[in-house]
């Protein structure tokens, strides 16, 4: 596990750039935590990372949002408002993270015995330090 501190939005674009630029097709990443902790500013990153030059906003009310780069195609979750399982299969997104494609899932902690165990697990969270600081964990990340 890695742990990282970051001090603004920006340093937390980079780390998720830093962790796209360590994945492969098919790789599923799985972001916890709260309101306004920093999950779609990290998806930001990632896509960044991937060459995707689109706006990323939350898929709160669609639950996903599908972005295509040169190089990789980006599926990006938020299952907060999820109610059951079923929601998820009529979505189809069972066949996505086994598409090949690059899925990222915000609110993953409220699914988590449906994410496949191989993800990457980024944790993030508040500190008592400052309001732009945020602690930032990623289990599974290859070592670049
Ligand atoms: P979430 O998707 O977790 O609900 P967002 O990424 O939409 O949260 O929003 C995070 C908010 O916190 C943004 O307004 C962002 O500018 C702000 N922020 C302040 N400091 C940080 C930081 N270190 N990392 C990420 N976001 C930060
Ligand atoms: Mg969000």
Redo the contacts with the bound molecule.
């Keep these: 596990m890695q742990e990282y501190i ?4 920006k ?2 674009i980079k780390l998720g750039k830093k962790l796209a630029a360590s994945i492969n097709t098919g790789s599923i990443i799985a972001i916890a ?1 709260d ?7 990290f998806v930001k990153g990632i896509a960044e990372g991937l060459s995707i030059n689109d706006h990323i906003t ?1 898929p709160t009310f669609t639950l996903l949002h599908s972005y295509e780069g040169m190089d990789a195609t980006l599926h990006h979750f938020d299952v907060y408002r999820v109610l059951d399982e079923r929601e998820l299969f009529e979505i189809g997104f069972y066949e996505y993270l086994h598409s090949g494609d690059i899925c990222v899932i ?1 609110w993953a902690e409220l699914i988590c015995d449906l994410i496949p165990s191989h993800a990457i697990w980024v944790h ?1 969270e508040r500190t008592l330090n400052d309001v ?3 602690r930032i964990t990623i289990e599974g990340m290859n070592e670049a």
């Design positions: 970051t001090k603004n939005e340093e937390t935590g309101l306004g902790s920093g999950k779609t500013v939350s915000e993030i732009n600081e945020r």
